[in-house]
């Protein structure tokens, strides 16, 4: 990396924002306008992984600097001799040090500023370079010259190789490292015939011209090979306006990941199909996805935009929540008071009630697919998932957390008539899934449990659900266990007859007003802390979310889209 005075000259027009987004300049990001090497720096994840960089190269330099230094002192030692003056030994360990403070520097936890990393980069550099010249010097020659050679040259190459850099900034900071090896050998070759160090013809200037320009060939073209991956790599995380950030989900349907706009800079979720890419399956998720964009309801997840990858894979772009699902919030938390699952019931009504109006049935109610979450200053909010993303009925085995997602609706969830007559299922599909959301919220467990697929849907298609109460130490209210059982009835007609009728009972219940705001927001200020910024997420290895840096051990807060 250079000074930030030179970082015009250092951009790379291969990573601009796209045409569309009309940057205004090339190479420049959006809020920043800065490169440091093939990483756009524009958030602290990106700093932390040149400042990691560079600690690295610290690191690899220390070591074998330091090797060096162990085996000559030793090998000085033990002859009793030395081809290097006691200054120049000086100038070893100076060069070792300052390797070292760069390592320990760049380790720290704090992330430091464009400024300060551009900084740190070439004043290390060179100063180590500038140290092992004047070892170099001090050496007796020819030996100096080779050894101050090999020393700048691994130098040198090893930042090359590890910092991401464009080609034209190594090639000036590799050429400054030599530039001092060349001056001093001319120096030495021109010194008097009666001092020590002129024992290096003139010509030796000649092959210290040669070797530096290797060296430096070297470093430019490695740096030149390696920062054309980092941009294919760029390349290849680019959707239309969107940069891909980090992997935060998989699932059946696709992956997710943290991504940024171009131009609003606004934190999103992207998910990337993966089915099996026909042209019908792209049809369908492309017309469930407009459709999905037409609903506003506040608890509804917002969808931003979509489109098709450059080889044909769908993909849309969401709002990225800062929350847990129900899944976890009961996994973590235990049952819930009724009058806080009257609370998270209503507002999937809502969103059901405008769905189920522009004719798009859900499919897909689960405790995973709810998301609790705080917005705007609001506790408690609720964003229903997955919109009309129909799922392959696929056979399995074993019914478990772990491979729920490969079985079409969640059968924990499913319907009668959804496994009966899938073709034909209306808006009291997702009444009957939402009923048993409610049971899980209730109890803590679905209404039916079972080792296989086959007697899984037997339950649903069969077996009455104990009353909640049952399957609970704590009272649940005779209303609202009404509610729930009735949404559960096998027979359609029995149930709620949409989202709205179902709201209505709810709001019936004694316990319907009882979980306040004051409530929720003392359960988020005891149990989660304060919403965390995007640069202190990283990714977690369920699958499934983006797990927060500073969450408590009991609950762990999420950023999460599905």
């Known amino acids: 990396m250079a000074l930030e005075s030179l970082s015009s000259t250092f951009r790379s027009p291969s990573s601009a924002a796209p045409p569309s987004a009309a940057p205004s300049s090339p190479g420049s990001v959006p809020g920043s306008g800065v490169r440091l090497g093939s990483v756009p720096v524009n958030s602290q994840q990106e700093l ?89 010097c001090l050496v007796v020659q020819p030996w100096g010259f080779y050894t101050a050679l090999l020393a700048v040259g691994h130098t040198t190459i090893a930042r090359a190789v590890i910092v991401p850099s464009t080609p034209l900034r190594t090639l000036l900071l590799a050429f400054g490292g030599f530039a001092g090896l060349i001056v001093s050998t001319a120096v030495v070759a021109s010194l008097p015939a009666a001092s020590p160090a002129a024992l290096m013809p003139m010509r030796s200037v000649i092959d210290a011209v040669l070797w530096s320009a290797a060296g430096i060939s070297l470093a430019t073209v490695t740096s030149r090979v390696i920062y ?46 993966t089915g099996d890419g026909s042209e019908s399956a792209l049809r369908r998720f492309e017309k469930e996805v407009q459709l999905t964009a037409l609903l506003t309801h506040p608890n509804t997840i917002s969808i931003y935009d979509y489109g098709r990858t450059p080889d044909g894979r769908f993909y849309y772009a969401m709002e990225l929540l800062d929350g847990m699902t129900l899944e976890q919030l009961v996994t973590q938390s235990g049952s819930l008071p009724p009058s806080r699952v009257i609370h998270i019931l209503l507002q999937i009504c809502g969103a059901l009630r405008e769905a189920h109006a522009v004719g798009l049935i859900h499919r897909d109610i689960k405790p995973a697919n709810i998301f609790l979450c705080q917005r705007g200053g609001m506790f408690d909010v609720v964003k229903v998932l997955d919109f009309g993303l129909v799922r392959e009925l696929r056979s399995a085995t074993n019914v478990t957390r772990s491979n729920i997602d490969t079985i079409v609706g969640t059968p924990l969830y499913l319907s009668p008539e959804a496994i009966l007559t899938p073709a034909d299922i209306d808006a009291r599909a997702d009444i009957y899934a939402l009923g048993a959301v409610g049971y899980f919220l209730l109890t803590g467990s679905p209404p039916f449990a079972g080792k296989t697929l086959v007697e899984l849907c037997g339950h649903h298609l069969h077996s009455v659900p104990p009353p909640p109460s049952t399957r609970t130490p704590e009272p ?71 797990c927060c840096a500073d969450m408590k051990e009991r609950i762990k807060r999420r950023a999460f889209s599905v």
């Open 228 to 273: 054309g991956l980092h941009e294919k790599a760029i390349e290849a995380r680019q959707l239309g306006q969107y940069t891909l950030e980090q992997k935060i989900g998989e699932g059946g349907m696709g992956e997710i990941f943290r991504a940024r706009h171009a131009m609003l800079r606004r934190p999103t979720a992207i998910k990337l199909m």
């Open 48 to 136: 932390r992984f040149l400042q990691d960089r560079l600690a690295l190269c610290g690191q690899i330099i220390f070591g074998i600097s330091g090797m060096f230094l162990v085996v000559t002192v030793v090998i000085d030692l033990v002859r009793d001799s030395s081809r290097m003056s006691l200054q120049g030994r000086y100038f070893h360990i100076a060069a070792t040090l300052i390797a070292l403070g760069l390592w320990r520097v760049c380790s720290a936890r704090r992330v430091f500023t464009q400024t300060a990393l551009a900084s740190v980069d070439v004043g290390a550099a060179l100063a180590i370079c500038v140290c092992f010249t004047f070892m170099g």
């Open 476 to 546: 649940v209210p005779e209303d609202l266990e009404h509610i729930v059982l009735g949404c559960l009835s096998k027979d359609v007609t029995a149930r709620p007859q949409g989202a709205h009728a179902m709201a209505e009972q709810l709001r019936r219940c004694k316990d319907a007003r009882a979980w306040k705001e004051t409530d929720a927001e003392d359960w988020w200020q005891r149990t989660v802390r304060p919403v965390a910024t995007p640069e202190a997420t990283a990714p977690t290895a369920d699958g499934r979310t983006l």
